[in-house]
Structure formats: structure tokens, C-alpha cells
């Protein structure tokens, strides 16, 4: 009985892991660090998430906790919410649609993939945020976020691939 | 897609159309939320409450560490320049203390021609000083998320000031944190008088470091260096509350450059003046 409560409860958390890893980079981007200028191109650490997971562990962040994340994110940077939650779930889409084509090359072409995932998901966001504040946006800082989320793809990457070998081994 | 995956897809159809009707679901509520940005919905700004007031301790902690890094790195840099600032702020120590004298006598001289002119004052302002956790934002806002809420008497609409000059106002209160947009963030609109002569403008933010001003007169003059303060119209600030001064033009537009040091923010002044209760009746 003990164990097999105890094995349910071992396998939830290996389930939920991605979801809490992905919080806590969440929570982390928002310390507040006293660097010039970087909190407007801080990278988006939850595309990396999204793309990295659905790439290789679709069932393990699901289209609900990608929204539930998302929303978290809006909510939690003091503007408006949607566009970050409606450019996630479109980016989980696109790349689950191709995933198949992804997952079997090496981790430099995923990397390019992920550039060109990037690219359009910060169109996206931008286009989506510029709707919503009803204002012409700044493109600059949007698109140093861009080129920052994709510098910081491989050092995250590293982390969630360490993450799958160490803990969620067994299918 | 995997082969097991498809295999049981085509076994159950009924599944996959399930999660697609999840996934529209999702993106729907996603665009909803969008068009109602703007219309300061009460259940999204609860739940934005809420969350704050979740993270706000979760944050404390995690910045802890920074902190300590912070504080080691200022130390060290402190240390090094320990003579020279001493000598340099015994020379500001005697500047300020002729200020501080020459304000005095002003003041003496303001309260006796304000009871000469019956001239009602500004009621008297409390304020609670906060730590910032959160430094919000992104690429399209700009916010701070701080430690002080409701339980402190903070409120919304109450200025944050620095000890150089106004950063911004509470936006929203939980019970323990307020976040605050700053002066910058691209929905700030804030009444100031520029200059000597006091024009009247509105500062307006950009999400870059150095809003501008709207609404100048066209035939008045102003110039680089003039002084920005608020004007106290609209009634949320009161008047006087020292912003910046004006650098340059962007885009025909004047660019004012808040004296608030943006990567120095470590802690706020939350001041409430008594001008906006939550439970006030709008005025009229």
C-alpha cells in the first residue's frame, strides 16, 4: 500500500518537474539585479521551456500548464495580460506539429530551429503586446530579447537535458 | 508525432479532438484577455494581487543572496575610495548645511505669507518605506514589485519617490506587496510644470529610460535644463514633486531625464498625500 502510494507520488513529481522547473526560472527573472538596462532584454527563459519540451517531452508540459505559465508570466511583469500566454500556446503548436522533424537531428540544428521559433514567437509577441497596449512599442529592446533568449538556449537547454537524464529516465 | 502516439490518435479520435478543443479553449481565453486589457478588469487585477502578494516573500528570499553580492561589491568599492569620499562629502556636508539654513528661512517666510494669504496647505503625508523584491517588466512594461501592502497602508495611486525624486505610483496593492509603475512605463501619464515659468505638460512614458512631454503649448520656450515637477492637476500628486529635467527632443517631443538612478532602485518612499482613498466617491 505504502509503496505504491509512494511510487504515485514519486511519479507525479517526475511529471510535474518541467512545469516547477519552469516556475522557478520565472521567479528567478524576476530577482531584481542591479545590471544596467537588463531587465527590458532579460531573455524569455519560458520559450526556451516551451520549445525545449514539447520538442523532446510533449506529455510532460502540457498545453494547459503552458497557459497556466504563460498567464503567470503576464500577471507577474505588471502588463497587460494575454500576449505572452497567446504567443506560448501558438509557439507549443507550431512546434509540437513539428516535432517529428526536430527531435532527431543534433542539438546544434535544434538550436537553429529554436533561433527561427524565436524569431517568429517574438514577432508574435510584440505584434500581440502592440495590440493590446494600443501603442507603438520600442522595437529594440524586443528584439535584444530575442537575440538573448536564443545566446541563453544552450546553457537552459543544458539544464532541462541534465534534468531528463537525471530524473526522468524511464518513459 | 510518435508511432504509438498516431496509433492510439486514430484508435481514439475522440482524444485528439478533445485536446484540440482544449487548445482552442486556451487560445480563445488568451485572446479575451488581451482585448480586455485595457478595461482594468476587477478579477484580473486581483488575481494580479494575489499572485504578488505569493511571489513577494519567494522573492525576498531569492534576493537575499544578490543582496549580499550587492552589498560585498559596494563595500569593496567603498573601501577603496574611503578618503577621498570622506573629504568630498565633508565639502557637500557644509554646502547643504548653508542650504539647509537658507531653506529654513524660506520656510519661515513661505508659512508667514501663506497665513497672510489664508492660503490652504497640502494635508500632512505618511508615507511607508518598501523594499523592492520585483523588478518587473520585460521587454514592453515597466513595473516594480515592492514588499510593503495594504496591511502597511499602502493604497493605490500613492507616489513612489525616491530620495532623488518621484519614480513612479502604486498601481496595485495585495496585502503585502504593491507593485509600482514607474515613470517610464509606456502607460504612465503624469500632470508636471515645466520650467520657471511653469508650463503646463504631461509626462508621458515610452518604456525608454527618458519619457517626454506631451501637450506643451506650441509658442512657449523651454530649454535643456529646465526643471520637471508634478503640477498636482488631476489630483493624485501633489504639486512639486521633483522628476527630472529636460535633455532633448525626440520626435518633436521634449525628453526628460528623471533624476531617479534606474539601476540604483534598491528601496521606495510610498507616500500617500491623502488625495486618493480607494473608497472615495469619484470627484466630480
Do not use: S
Given at each position: 500500500m505504502i509503496p505504491a502510494a509512494l511510487e504515485k507520488i514519486d511519479r507525479w513529481t517526475r511529471m510535474l518537474l518541467p512545469g516547477l522547473l519552469a516556475l522557478a526560472l520565472l521567479l528567478i527573472g524576476m530577482v531584481p539585479i542591479r545590471l544596467a538596462g537588463l531587465t527590458p532584454i532579460a531573455p524569455w527563459a519560458m520559450l526556451i521551456a516551451v520549445y525545449f519540451w514539447t520538442v523532446h517531452r510533449p506529455g510532460l508540459l502540457p498545453v494547459w500548464a503552458i497557459f497556466c505559465l504563460g498567464l503567470l508570466g503576464d500577471l507577474m511583469s505588471g502588463g497587460p495580460a494575454g500576449p505572452g500566454t497567446f504567443t506560448l500556446l501558438l509557439t507549443h503548436a507550431a512546434v509540437k506539429a513539428q516535432r517529428r522533424y526536430i527531435l532527431p537531428h543534433a542539438f546544434v540544428v535544434q538550436w537553429m530551429v529554436f533561433a527561427l521559433v524565436a524569431v517568429m514567437a517574438g514577432s508574435i509577441l510584440f505584434l500581440s503586446a502592440t495590440i493590446t497596449q494600443r501603442a507603438i512599442l520600442a522595437v529594440e529592446p524586443a528584439s535584444f530579447q530575442v537575440l538573448m533568449t536564443i545566446a541563453v538556449y544552450p546553457i537552459l537547454a543544458w539544464v532541462f537535458v541534465q534534468t531528463q537524464l537525471t530524473f526522468l529516465k524511464q518513459h | 508525432m510518435q508511432r504509438p502516439l498516431s496509433v492510439a490518435r486514430l484508435a481514439t479520435p475522440m482524444r485528439a479532438w478533445a485536446g484540440r478543443l482544449v487548445f482552442g479553449l486556451l487560445i480563445a481565453t488568451a485572446l479575451t484577455l488581451m482585448l480586455l486589457?485595457?478595461?482594468?478588469?476587477a478579477v484580473i487585477e486581483r488575481a494580479r494581487s494575489e499572485i504578488d502578494d505569493a511571489i513577494a516573500p519567494l522573492l525576498e528570499a531569492l534576493s537575499q543572496p544578490v543582496a549580499t553580492v550587492n552589498g560585498i561589491i559596494d563595500y569593496a568599492e567603498e573601501m577603496a575610495a574611503l578618503r577621498a569620499r570622506n573629504a568630498a562629502l565633508k565639502t557637500e556636508n557644509e554646502r547643504l548645511r548653508n542650504w539647509q539654513a537658507r531653506a529654513m528661512e524660506l520656510q519661515a517666510e513661505n508659512s508667514r505669507l501663506g497665513a497672510l494669504l489664508n492660503f490652504v496647505p497640502d494635508p500632512d503625508a505618511r508615507s511607508v518605506t518598501a523594499r523592492i523584491v520585483g523588478d518587473q517588466g520585460g521587454a514592453f512594461a515597466r513595473s516594480l514589485l515592492t514588499n510593503a501592502g495594504s496591511v502597511q497602508g499602502v493604497g493605490r495611486g500613492q507616489a513612489a519617490m525616491t530620495g532623488q525624486g518621484l519614480a513612479g505610483r502604486v498601481v496595485g496593492t495585495g496585502e503585502r506587496s504593491a507593485r509600482v509603475l514607474l515613470l517610464?512605463?509606456?502607460n504612465s501619464r503624469i500632470p508636471v510644470l515645466v520650467g520657471d515659468r511653469r508650463h503646463r505638460a504631461v509626462l508621458a512614458g515610452d518604456n525608454s529610460p527618458n519619457p517626454h512631454l506631451l501637450?506643451?503649448?506650441?509658442?512657449v520656450a523651454i530649454a535643456v535644463g529646465d526643471y520637471v515637477v508634478t503640477s498636482g492637476v488631476g489630483g493624485v500628486f501633489p504639486s512639486g514633486l521633483p522628476i527630472g529635467r529636460v535633455t532633448g527632443v525626440k520626435r518633436s517631443h521634449p525628453t526628460v531625464r528623471p533624476f531617479v538612478d534606474w539601476d540604483r532602485l534598491e528601496i521606495l518612499r510610498l507616500i500617500d498625500y491623502g488625495r486618493v482613498r480607494d473608497s472615495d466617491p469619484a470627484p466630480q
Open positions: - | 486589457a485595457k478595461a482594468d478588469v517610464t512605463d509606456i501637450y506643451l503649448d506650441p509658442h
